[in-house]
């Protein structure tokens, strides 16, 4: 029985794989649960087995992304640095951004961005970042990373594709940087 439990873990992860990509390629109401397991290899039927429903597959693609865990940055003079290297690294295929943002469409999706958002990112790295206003400082990273997404891979703006500029990049990293130790 170990290789059947292995296999299915195996299986699981190739369908959460492609509905991140999917999700954040096509948006949650674009994407298709046969799309979705064409690209991962597998039965559509099983989607429902291992999530139940294309909502709770988004919700666990998304989940996936959103783990504290992931974002391995230094809380220091380098965050700016850092986030912006980050961005600038980043491709189309499973962002959990530009997942959240092509998802506002769907009220289920929305839902369920909403609350991801708040649990797994803002209230966490809110409590990280401490007094003064920590919830604040972890709405505004959100802002500034949400619009800086959506200028780079929605509606992309010529001075935000590619390479950033070294004014683009030096602004960007002081932004981001200003959040985390404010000025004062």
């Known amino acids: 029985m170990p290789g059947k439990l292995r296999d299915g873990e195996r299986t699981r992860k190739r369908i959460l794989a492609a509905a991140q990509e999917v999700f954040s390629t ?14 991962a290899g597998v039965n559509a039927a099983l989607v429902n087995r291992y999530f139940g429903s294309k909502e709770q597959l988004f919700e666990a693609a998304l989940s996936e992304l959103l ?6 940055v230094p809380l220091d003079e380098r965050f700016g640095q850092a986030i912006v290297a980050r961005f600038a690294a980043a491709s189309d295929q499973a962002n959990p951004l530009r997942m959240m943002m092509l998802a506002m469409a769907d009220a289920g999706a929305r839902a369920v961005v909403d609350r991801l958002l708040r649990e797994r ?3 966490p790295l809110g409590a990280w970042l401490g007094e ?20 780079r ?11 950033f500029t070294p004014g683009t990049r030096e602004w960007l ?8 130790v404010p000025p004062g």
Do not use: C, N, W
């Not at 096509?26 to 690209?39: E, K, M, N, P």
């Not at 003064?132 to 200028?151: F, N, T």
């Not at 990293?173 to 985390?180: G, H, L």
């Open 26 to 39: 096509h948006g949650y109401a674009q994407a298709g649960v046969r799309d979705i397991t064409a690209l």
């Open 67 to 72: 783990k504290p865990e992931s974002v391995e």
């Open 121 to 123: 990112f803002i209230e």
């Open 132 to 151: 003064p206003h920590g919830l604040e400082r972890a709405a505004q990273l959100a802002a500034l990373a949400a619009g800086l997404s959506v200028y």
């Open 153 to 163: 891979s929605l509606y992309p703006l010529d001075p935000m594709q590619g390479e």
């Open 173 to 180: 990293e002081r932004a981001f940087q200003s959040i985390i």
